[in-house]
């Protein structure tokens, strides 16, 4: 065999070995196609290309590549991770959840256990459920089994018949400036003079007829001077007359009752400051105060009585338990100190034993007034919140300017007000009886407070049934 030189690149062949040489060179061009067809291939197979070209969707390396699959191995991964977040998440809510059913089953048990205990304390003390009822009438339903009332009180004050008027006033301290009981049944004139200063609007009414069965006028009223009667000065029912005093410093009421026809008792007659006639109010309306010595209750029908110790004002007594006490006082108001305030015109009086500032006061003779202390109006009786007069009571009455006159002209009136400290009193303790059903208890001597078993088992039982099975 022949060696061939290879010189500058350039493959020389020598002698017989042409042939052979042509054999070789047809061969390893088949290889080298065979070579390319491989690449080719491999390049499928790898990146799903050819010569650089993306593969048709016809080649059976489409999307069947170590590209794709590297691909589709990566979004695995990245699915992979978010599942595993997803996961890791919902282990963490399903702990939580589970954590929170731990909790809620705990708390139901401890519902349940404080139910228990609930049920058992019922159970024990069913007899001593309370309840209040209290008012004038107290109406309510109470347990069935148990037969008398817990508690009864009856709120005491003091008892006070003011005719059907406001409040009480002294003689001449209401609106009526007349005395009444001045006009009398006679056969022959009446006449009566009321001093009045000069420039006094005055206005006499009444509710008597006008005239008898000759004709005559019953009543007149004139100026002090004035010595006539005549239709102008004549007052009867629904004909007042007004006049303005005079230099004569006085009035004139002039009463005929001819034939003694009509009495005059039967009649009202009312005197009063200002042009304008109004409704009728006696000349005095002193109202005296009593106190109590004894309790009704009515419960159910049944009407029980009960003695007090002593007279009580006002106050609280337990006809159920005995206890009580008695928290105002009377007091005659001649026996008190009254010292005179000429610059005020106002009297006033210290009471030790009197609650301080206001205190319920209530007067025989004069109005109740409020938080007035120096400045009380007339013929009304006031109290002071400052500091100094806590104690004192106050009374304005323009008809007296001196202290001796005046608590001589009270003696006999008397003053109810509120103690600083009540005075316990006891009764005789007393079981008051229920019924099944509605009771009703009240007394005439105040109103009424009444503790009872209430019928509750029955209800409560059943919202502890339903609130059970809603945390079961």
């Known amino acids: 065999m ?18 052979r040489t042509g054999r070789y060179v047809s061969q390893a061009e088949k290889a080298a196609v065979r070579a390319e067809q491989s690449a080719a291939v491999a390049e499928a197979w790898a990146v799903g290309e050819k010569g650089g070209a993306p593969v048709g969707s016809t080649d059976e390396t489409f999307h069947n590549n170590a590209r794709h699959f590297a ?23 399903a702990e939580a959840a589970a954590d929170s059913v731990t909790g809620s089953a705990a708390q139901i048990q401890s519902n349940k256990q404080d139910v228990h205990d609930l049920k058992s304390a019922l159970n024990t003390k069913a007899g001593i459920l309370r309840d209040t009822a209290r008012g004038s009438v107290a109406l309510f339903v109470p347990d069935a089994t148990v037969p008398n009332l817990l508690g009864l009180s009856v709120a005491l004050k003091p008892i006070q ?55 005559g006028m019953y009543l007149y009223f004139r100026q002090g001077d004035d010595e006539t009667t005549d239709a102008s000065s004549a007052v009867y029912d629904n004909h007042p007359v007004t006049l303005t005093v005079n230099s004569s410093g006085k009035v004139q009421i002039v009463q005929r009752n001819r034939d003694m026809i009509q009495s005059f ?63 105002m006082a009377m007091v005659d108001m001649g026996t008190l100190k009254w010292t005179y305030v000429a610059s005020d015109a106002v009297f006033y009086s210290a009471i030790a034993d009197k609650a301080a500032g206001e205190a319920n006061l209530r007067c025989s003779c004069y109005k109740t007034g409020g938080n007035t202390g120096y400045s009380t109006p007339n013929f009304t009786v006031g109290y002071s ?24 002209a009270v003696t006999g009136q008397t003053l109810v007000y509120r103690l600083a400290t009540p005075t316990p009193i006891s009764t005789t303790p007393t079981e008051i009886s229920t019924v099944e059903g509605q009771n009703n208890v009240f007394s005439p001597d ?27």
């Open 2 to 19: 022949k060696q061939g030189r290879n010189t500058a690149g350039t493959l020389t062949i020598t002698g017989g070995d042409t042939a």
């Open 71 to 93: 691909e589709q191995a990566a979004a695995s991964v990245t699915f992979a991770q978010a599942a595993r977040t997803a996961a890791e998440s919902a282990k963490d809510a």
């Open 161 to 215: 018949d003011l005719h059907g008027y406001d409040s009480p006033w002294p003689a001449g301290g209401g609106k009526n400036l007349l005395d009444g009981t001045l006009l009398v049944d006679q056969e022959t004139w009446n006449i009566i003079d009321i001093p009045f200063a000069q420039g006094t609007v005055l206005t006499m009414s009444t509710n008597k007829g006008t005239v008898d069965s000759t004709g």
């Open 265 to 327: 008792a039967d009649y009202w007659y009312q005197l009063e400051l200002g042009s304008t006639a109004t409704s009728y109010a006696p000349f005095e309306n002193l109202c005296p105060i009593s106190g109590h010595d004894s309790v009704t209750v009515n419960a159910n029908g049944n009407t029980h009585t009960f003695s007090l110790p002593e007279t009580v004002y006002g106050g609280d007594v337990g006809v159920v338990s005995g206890d009580g006490d008695s928290n």
């Open 385 to 408: 919140t400052s500091s100094g007069l806590l104690k004192r009571v106050f009374i304005g009455d323009p008809n007296y300017s001196n202290a001796a006159d005046f608590k001589a």
């Open 446 to 472: 105040g109103d009424v407070t009444v503790e009872y078993a209430a019928d509750l088992k029955t209800y409560i039982d059943s919202k502890i049934a339903a609130t059970v099975a809603a945390l079961s």
